[in-house]
């Protein structure tokens, strides 16, 4: 990805991370790496690194040697050395960190074995190599209706077109061995260009296509995960975890990699416990483990003629019973030992749904009724007063009442001297 692919970008410029393109690890791109040497300068005398890393479609990254002393920042767009022809990649890292990722792949900068940098790509190489990027959706579906033609079980899942589109590499998944010869002459009579078939792990193929796990977060193989270790089935029964294979498996099939991080923490703790098969001995019976917490520290038994009553002990409480077994001697019972947990009562809550009708206010409401009688205005009005019977109290009524007499103007004059 870049800044003017991102979801969330808005012309060009996202709204997420702000720094519209100039951040410190070559954008939103996967297995990224962070330049925190690229605002230090070197010594007087130094001269630079001279091999950068450089990543492809999808987060295949390779090192390089500038062999042609390029002035190389990060974002530049490079030809490099391929078989045949040349790739087109962007450069992701300079400096002396490539020295450190270099080494951490194992790979030796002082080797003559390093690939080098041709020169910055023309607009004429990027034409060229968006135009490949662009055939690349509709080979693969072509390319799944031929292995269906000819039933081989395989699943092509990328290609990727060289930068200077004279080779295609097809990645591919498979249980087991694939006869694909015939397969490869369709491909280069169909599209017409040099076929390579590359078959990658289901781990590898996850990491390709990227996803969102079950935790809600970005797949950890397709940001920052690359050494892909085996996961056992004993790993997730030592974090006291369900056997359900649809909940223990990623997109990729297989076990999650993320049972494998808090693994040690977990074999640590469990070295304070006794161990899960152990029994204790008491006068009304033998007991059995049933269940621990690692987290409290706590194991659940049960006598072995009424397996329905647990009793809680905690791990100091077994390792006593056990040493007095270890003495032949039994204890009384598990209730001596056992302690008793408090549980919190629930909270009661009122389930409204179905109380109201979803439907209640679809119905428009009722209008009122307007009172159509209006009170008489004017000479109306005391023509109305008239037709009323006498009041019986003999009590003046307002509308009996006579119109007030309009008020004589009050003229003031001044008294002006006579000449």
Known sequence: MACTSCSTSDGGAPKGCKNNGTCGTDSCNKLTVFDWLSNMSLPNGEAPFDCVEVRFKNGRKEFY?????LT????????TVASPGHDIGIVTLTGELVKIQMKKKGVNHLSNDV???YRKASQKDIDIWSAARDKEEPMKVRARELAIAQKLEMKISDIEFQGDGSKATFYYTANDRI?????????????????EMKQVGFRQEAARLGGIGSCGRELCCSTW???FRSVNTSAARYQQLSLNPQKLAGQCGKLKCCLNYELDTYMDALKDFPDFETKLVTEKGDAICQKQDIFKGLMWFAYTNNFAN????KIEQVKEIVAENKLKNKVSSLEDFAIEIVVEPEKNFNNAMGQESLTRFDQPKPKKKQNKKRKPAGENAIVANNNKPANNNNRQTPND???????????ITKNVDKK
């Open 72 to 79: 190389l920042s990060m974002g530049d767009i490079v030809a």
């Open 115 to 117: 690939p080098k940098i």
């Open 225 to 227: 995960l690359t050494d």
């Open 65 to 69: 040697r500038n062999t042609e002393k």
């Open 310 to 313: 647990w009793h809680v002990l």
């Open 401 to 411: 009442k006579k119109p007030a007499e309009p008020r004589k103007p009050i003229i």
């Open 179 to 195: 006869d694909f010869r015939a397969l490869i002459k369709d491909f280069a009579k169909e599209f017409s260009t040099r076929i």
